[in-house]
Nanobody, 129 residues
Framework: QVQLVESGGGLVQAGGSLRLSCTAS????????MAWFRQASGKEREFVSA????????YYADSLKGRFTISRDNAKNTLYLQMNSLKPEDTAAYYC??????????????????????WGQGTQVTVSS
């Protein structure tokens, strides 16, 4: 079993930055894809970003490209999400996730919440205008 714990959320003004972290325990996730999703109040969970086990390839929701950066430190079993130029519409609970497979043959799988087996409890990000 894998336990994922997110941290780094909080209240920030529009235009500000936050860095989220997701630390895994239970077993290593260094050879598994990881991802960030978010869910705003009253809305469905949506894809934010994903990264391959090596970190060589990253994927982003089109609307977030250029503002968010995903990275990982496999030695620390930790995933990161650097969020810059935050907007009120970025307000949501942010979740990290990982999967039991080592890679996805179909790149579309990186974007699908259904492909991920383990989820954190989420960290709240609130952006004030």
């Amino acid at each position: 079993q894998v336990q994922l714990v997110e941290s780094g959320g909080g209240l920030v003004q529009a235009g500000g930055s936050l860095r989220l972290s997701c630390t895994a325990s239970g077993r290593s996730v260094s050879d598994h894809p990881m991802a960030w999703f978010r869910q705003a109040s009253g809305k469905e969970r949506e894809f934010v970003s994903a990264i391959t086990w090596s970190g060589d390839f990253t994927y982003y929701a089109d609307s977030l490209k250029g503002r968010f950066t995903i990275s990982r430190d496999n030695a620390k079993n930790t995933l990161y999400l650097q969020m810059n130029s935050l907007k009120p519409e970025d307000t949501a609970a942010y979740y990290c996730a990982t999967t039991v497979v080592h890679f996805f043959y179909d790149e579309r799988s990186y974007y699908a919440a259904s492909e991920y087996n383990y989820w954190g409890q989420g960290t709240q990000v609130t952006v004030s205008s």
